[in-house]
């Protein structure tokens, strides 16, 4: 198994421009999520599904739009990059057994770049 | 107020000594604790994963939870240049359903 993967690894978008960041997973996992990772903030969430079809805001939704056609796949797209949208991009997946959520598996991480 | 309250450190200690890492959380709903270790440039991966409260070991790290105070350690023994990274706690509930909240990351570093 792969787990999660991400792409690109890095990026470098000028203010303005769009761009989807590509996330995939091959755990069958349920769960999908995206977080953005900067220094002194810890990890917050921007958007997550609970299944395909199925997408809701997390706690920094605002310039991001998701959507999950698939099990596997669950891309995270930039409508109008800004420099406040410079981070480090984190995917994850995971399950759940008996109604009960277990933990998460993150990709390796995209590294965005807003000039 | 943040839900999940971490010091971000850095934390410096030698060799062989006991680090002692601390999160405390103000949502009674959170039953499940985990305990993420991210090493420099890479993802987080699950370090310990404990329900309620108690302590949990598992080799040279201890996992403790008080639910009555609200407050999540975790202790690294015998710490080795190996776990110098960033420990984030991340309480949840049973239907966190992919939403984990997460504390900002206490940086550790061990020097030979």
Known sequence: NAGVTQTPKFQVLKTGQSMTLQCAQDMNHEYMSWYRQDPGMGLRLIHYSVGAGITDQGEVPNGYNVSRSTTEDFPLRLLSAAPSQTSVYFCASSYSRDRVSYEQYFGPGTRLTVT | ?112
């Open chain 2, 1 to 112: 107020q943040k839900e999940v309250e971490q010091d971000p450190g850095p934390l410096s200690v030698p060799e062989g000594a006991i680090v002692s890492l601390n999160c405390t959380y103000s949502n009674s709903a959170f039953q499940y604790f985990m305990w993420y270790r991210q090493y420099s440039r890479k993802g987080p991966e699950l370090l310990m994963y404990t329900y309620s409260s108690g302590n949990k070991e598992d080799g040279r790290f201890t996992a403790q939870v008080d639910k009555s105070s609200k407050y999540i350690s975790l202790f690294i023994r015998d710490s080795q240049p190996s776990d110098s990274a960033t420990y984030l706690c991340a309480p949840s509930t049973p239907d966190s359903w992919g939403k984990l909240q997460f504390g900002a990351g206490t940086q550790v570093v061990v020097t030979p």
